[in-house]
């Protein structure tokens, strides 16, 4: 089994910077070989993915998010983090980290909120 438990979320005002991260534990080796990604998701609306990464430290970001997030994993450490800069309105949601081992395995979120 595997676990993953975010942090670093809250209020921010726009044009600021945040930095979430994701400590995974559990099955360490499907951690490690698994794509772990950063997702968003607003009342109402679907959860979108924000940002991912592969083993092989491949990414790959949402439109609306490129050029200012960036996203990185520690294998050492095991843990997934997503850099969050020039912060808009917009990117107001609960965050929340995610493993693809096949099926999909969710943190709990962690809310981000950017006043304007």
């Known amino acids: 089994q595997v676990q993953l438990v975010e942090s670093g979320g809250g209020l921010v005002q726009a044009g600021g910077s945040l930095r979430l991260s994701c400590a995974a534990s559990?099955?360490?080796?499907?951690?490690?070989?698994?794509?772990l990604g950063w997702y968003r998701q607003v009342p109402g609306k679907q959860r979108e993915l924000v940002a991912s990464v592969t083993p092989g430290d491949i990414t790959t970001y949402a439109d609306s998010v490129k050029g200012r997030f960036g996203i990185s994993r520690d294998n050492a450490k095991n843990t997934v983090s997503l850099q969050m800069n020039s912060l808009k309105s917009e990117d107001t949601a609960v965050y929340y980290c995610a493993a693809n081992l096949g099926h999909t395995v969710w943190g709990q979120g962690t809310q981000v909120t950017v006043s304007s």
């Open positions: 559990g099955n360490i080796f499907s951690i490690r070989a698994s794509v």
